[in-house]
């Protein structure tokens, strides 16, 4: 395969990278820049890449290096902010927000839960939750994981049954075994 043919198909994998960089649990505002690392990193040894048909996990595996580093860069520590990401997506700051109280409430309740999941998800190890994410929101297969995060497919299984029951014991600790809705 040519270089020409090879950078062609490294410039259309930009949403495929993106996408990925979402399942691996990459925060919004940082996936572009972390997709664009990686285009640069492949593009700067696409000169290695001989097989055409190894594009895609030669890519996965460059933005998987690139994921781990920015997990392990990454502050643990975040402000506290009056921003609120929508399930849609969209950004809303809920000082900002002419809306009534109901709407606001319920953006309210909503934000909550989502930040009750996050904080279940983030006491679950790097490994643990990248799988989960990958599983649920990526919805992709054992398999698939396996071979961008280069472990075999039986250590992902086990690890993703492990935090589901890790994930299940919190839930329960939380709210007790009947949950957030008990006695309703």
């Known amino acids: 395969m040519d ?3 090879r ?3 490294l410039c259309g994998s930009y949403d495929y990278l993106l996408n990925l960089m979402r399942v691996m649990g990459v925060d919004e505002r940082d996936m572009e820049d972390l ?3 990686a285009i640069l990193a492949a593009y700067k040894s696409i000169d290695d890449l001989r097989d055409e048909s190894r594009m895609k996990p030669w ?3 460059i933005a998987a290096n690139k994921a781990k580093r920015y997990f392990r860069e990454r502050s643990r520590h975040r402000a506290i902010s009056s921003t609120i990401r929508l399930e849609s997506g969209e ?3 809920i000082y900002d927000t002419v809306a009534d109280e109901t709407d606001v409430e319920k953006i309210l309740q909503d934000a909550e839960r989502r930040s009750m999941v996050e904080t279940m998800l983030d006491n679950l190890s790097d490994i643990n939750r990248r799988i989960i994410k990958m599983r649920f929101w990526g919805k992709y297969k054992f398999a698939e994981i396996a071979d961008i995060l280069n472990i075999n497919v039986n250590t992902v299984k086990s690890i993703y049954r492990r935090s589901l029951k890790q994930l299940k ?3 329960g600790e939380l709210f007790g ?3 957030p809705y008990e006695g309703k």
């Open 91 to 93: 950004e809303i700051d």
């Open 59 to 61: 890519l996965r595996a």
């Open 3 to 5: 270089k020409d043919k």
């Open 35 to 37: 997709a664009e690392e």
């Open 169 to 171: 014991r919190v839930y």
């Open 177 to 179: 075994e009947d949950g």
């Open 7 to 9: 950078i062609d198909l």
